[in-house]
C-alpha cells in the first residue's frame, strides 16, 4: 500500500470545505491521526477513445423523461476506468483549510474617494517581500529557462512568460506579461504616459502567441485585474477558447482593448472612475472597507 | 425497455460535437434509423449525502505521486449511483447540430464607425417576430404567472422574472429586468436620458431580491450583455456565488455600476467607445465585419 492509500484509509471526515457542481469537485476537510488533512474528489474526464463507446455501455437508467424529440435519464457507464481524480494535502495548515474553504464573495463599488483613503492604503502597506518572486522573475534569478520574450527597456520593457496555470495546450493558452518599471501598483495608476508600454506588450503578446500556438489576435483575450493578486503591473494572455480561465469575469477583468480606448478618450479616466471588483469576504481588503465587520 | 434505451442501443456514432473537458460534458453525433441523434453524457456530481464515505470507497489508485506534504491519484469510487446525465434529441436537425458544436470563437474590437456601418444595419435587419415572446412577456399574454415585479410606466417601467437558466437555488439565482419601452436596442443607445430607467432596475432588483432570497445588493452582479441575444434592453441579475454563470465575462457582460457611472462622467461614452466583443464565426454577425470569409 502507498502512504497516500494508507491516509485515505485513515482519513476521518470533518465537513466539506467547498463542492464545486458544474466542474464535479469537492474538497473535504478531516483528521488522519490528530492532525488536518485536506482530500478532494474530482470526476475525471471521458476519455476521448471511449467516447464512440458510451451510447453501448449505458446501462441502469433511471429517472427517465421523455417530451417529445428530447430525453433525459440518469444512468451508468459500464466501462473500467478511473472515474475520480483524488488530491491529498497532509498535514494541513489552517491556511490550507481557508485557501479550499468557499468564501462568501462580495462586490466593493469603489468610488476615487474609497480608493484614496482605503485600498490605497492597503495596497502600500503590503511588505514588499510578497513580490520578491516578480523581482526574481524581472532580474533573471528564477524562471529564466520559461520567458518567451524579453524586452528591456527600463520605461516599456516587460517579459512574458507562462502562467503557472497553463496546462500547455492551446486551447487553455494562459501567459502573463509582466512590466519592468515597479511605479505601477494598479489600473487605478494608468494614465496617457503608459500608452506606448499597453501597446508594446499587446504588439509583442499577438506575435508571440501565433508564432508558438498559430492563434490569431482575434483569439485572444488580453485583460488587467482589478483588484489584481499582486500590485505590480501586469497583464494576462488567454485563449478566447478557454471560456472558463480563472478570472475573467466582469468585475474583475478589464480588457486590454478597452483600457487603451477609454484612456485615449479621457486621460483621466482611471483615475475618476467607479470600478466595481468582487471579493471574499475575509480578505484583509474588504475587512478595510467594512471596518464594523472585523 | 424504454424509447430511450432503444434509441442508445440502435445508436450508430458518427463523431464529437464538442467536449468540455472542465465540466466533463460531451456531446456526440449520430445516427438511429438512418435519422440524426445528437446524445450528451455528463458526469454526474457527488451527492452530498456520500461525501463523508468518498475517502473510504476509493480503490484501485494508479498514477500516485507524493511530494511533501502533497499527493495526487486517479482511482474509482466503488459506491454504487448514477454516475452519468444522459440527453438525447432524436430525430435531430442540422440547426440542433450547429448549435452544440464546438464554435470557434472571435474578438471584434468595434469601433463607432464599425457599429455604424456593419452591427447596426446588422440589427435593424432582424425580424420583429425575433423578440414576439419578449412582447408576450410584457402585454402578459405568456410567463404571466413568472413575474416578480412589474413597473407599468412606459417610460421607465419594466418587468423582472427569472431567467429561463435559473435552476430555483439562491446560489444560483439568475434573473432578468425587461424594459417596457422598446427603442433601446442595444448599449450603444444608453444616454443620460435612460439613467432614471437604469437605477429604478437596479434598485427593485436589489430589493425583490432581498425579499426573495435573502441575498444582499453586493452579493448580486447586475450587468448588460453586448452583444446580447435579443435586442430589446434588458438587464441580468445573477448571484456573484455563481461565478460560472454563462455570458459574465469581460468582452461580453458590462457591470450596470459601470455602465452608469461611465455615462454620468461622459454622456456621448457609448456612442464613443470602442467596444470589444467575442462571438462565433459562424454567427451572421461576423460573417458581417468579415464579409470575405463567407
Known amino acids: 500500500m502507498t502512504a497516500l492509500e494508507v491516509t485515505l484509509r ?8 467547498s463542492h464545486d457542481t458544474r466542474n464535479k469537485l469537492v474538497y473535504v476537510l478531516g483528521n488522519v491521526d490528530d492532525q488536518l488533512a485536506i482530500l ?16 453501448k455501455h449505458t446501462c441502469q437508467l433511471q429517472d427517465v423523461i421523455e417530451n417529445n424529440i428530447y430525453g433525459w435519464a440518469l444512468g ?3 466501462i473500467q476506468q478511473p472515474d475520480t481524480r483524488i488530491k491529498i494535502i497532509y498535514p494541513a495548515t489552517e491556511l ?14 469603489e468610488t476615487p474617494t474609497m480608493y484614496r483613503d482605503i485600498t490605497r ?16 522573475i524581472l532580474n533573471g534569478t528564477s524562471e529564466a529557462d520559461r520567458i518567451i520574450y524579453r524586452d528591456n527597456d527600463p520605461q516599456n520593457g516587460f517579459v512574458i512568460l507562462p502562467d503557472m496555470k497553463w496546462d500547455g495546450t492551446c486551447e487553455s493558452l494562459y ?27 499587446q504588439k509583442a503578446a499577438y506575435e508571440k502567441v501565433k508564432e508558438n500556438t498559430n492563434l490569431d489576435a482575434d483569439q485572444l483575450r488580453l485583460f488587467i485585474h482589478y483588484q489584481p493578486s499582486y500590485y505590480h503591473f501586469h497583464v494576462h494572455i488567454t485563449a478566447i477558447a478557454f471560456a472558463d480561465a480563472p478570472g475573467v469575469v466582469a468585475g474583475q477583468a478589464h480588457l486590454l482593448d478597452n483600457v487603451i480606448d477609454n484612456i485615449e478618450m479621457y486621460p483621466e479616466y482611471y483615475q475618476r472612475a ?17 471596518p464594523q465587520s472585523e
Not at 10 to 17: A, E, M, N
Not at 96 to 103: A, I, L, M, N, S
Not at 121 to 134: A, F, G
Request: aromatic residues 10%.
Open 10 to 17: 485513515k482519513f476521518k471526515f470533518t465537513r466539506i470545505l
Open 40 to 55: 478532494s474528489f474530482e470526476r475525471a474526464q471521458y476519455d476521448d477513445a471511449l467516447i464512440p463507446e458510451l451510447a
Open 76 to 78: 451508468n457507464i459500464d
Open 96 to 109: 490550507h483549510v481557508k485557501k479550499y474553504e468557499q468564501q462568501d464573495r462580495r462586490m466593493i463599488v
Open 121 to 136: 492604503p492597503y495596497i502600500q502597506s503590503l511588505p514588499s517581500e510578497r513580490i520578491q518572486w516578480v523581482t526574481n
Open 175 to 201: 501567459w502573463v506579461a509582466i512590466a519592468f518599471r515597479n511605479d505601477i501598483t494598479c489600473l487605478r495608476d494608468l494614465t496617457p504616459a503608459h500608452i506606448p508600454l499597453l501597446k508594446s506588450i
Open 274 to 290: 467607479t470600478l466595481p471588483f468582487v471579493i471574499g469576504n475575509n480578505h484583509p481588503l474588504y475587512l478595510a472597507h467594512h
